[in-house]
Nanobody, 126 residues
C-alpha cells in the first residue's frame, strides 16, 4: 500500500503563484512515475505533468512554461510549482504515482496511475 498526502492549494488571483506538495509513504520504490492531474466537475480528468525517477518529465500543453514539476527523493515528496495562474486553471488537483521500472521507463506516455492523493482545490479568480 502507498499513501499519498497532498498539501498546498487554495484561492489566488490571476497571475499569482501556488505550490502543491504530495508526500508518498508506504510501499514506495526508487523506480517511479509520479504526476499531477486535475479535474473540473463535469469534465474528464486531465494530466498536468509527470516526473519519472529517470529524470524525464512531460507537461500538458496548457501549462507549458508556467508550471514546473519536481521531486525530492529523500522525502518522497512531489511538487508542482504553478506560476502565472489563470482562471481556467481552477480545478481539483490530484497527485498520483506508479512504481516499478516499467512505470518509470514509460512515464512520459503514462496517463493512468495506481495510487492517488486525496485532491486539493485550486481556485483562480480574475
Amino acid at each position: 500500500q502507498v499513501q499519498m498526502s497532498q498539501s498546498g492549494g487554495g484561492s489566488v488571483q490571476a497571475g499569482e503563484s501556488l505550490r502543491l506538495a504530495c508526500a508518498a509513504s508506504g510501499s514506495t520504490s526508487s523506480d517511479y512515475c509520479m504526476g499531477w492531474f486535475r479535474q473540473v466537475p463535469g469534465k474528464d480528468r486531465e494530466r498536468v505533468a509527470v516526473l519519472s525517477s529517470k529524470g524525464t518529465t512531460a507537461y500538458a500543453e496548457f501549462v507549458q512554461g508556467r508550471f514546473t514539476i519536481s521531486g525530492d527523493s529523500a522525502s518522497n515528496t512531489l511538487y508542482l510549482q504553478m506560476n502565472s495562474l489563470k482562471p481556467e486553471d481552477t480545478a481539483m488537483y490530484y497527485c498520483a504515482a506508479d512504481y516499478g521500472n516499467v512505470a518509470a521507463t514509460l512515464c512520459q506516455r503514462r496517463f493512468g496511475m495506481h495510487w492517488w492523493g486525496q485532491g486539493t482545490q485550486v481556485t483562480v479568480s480574475s
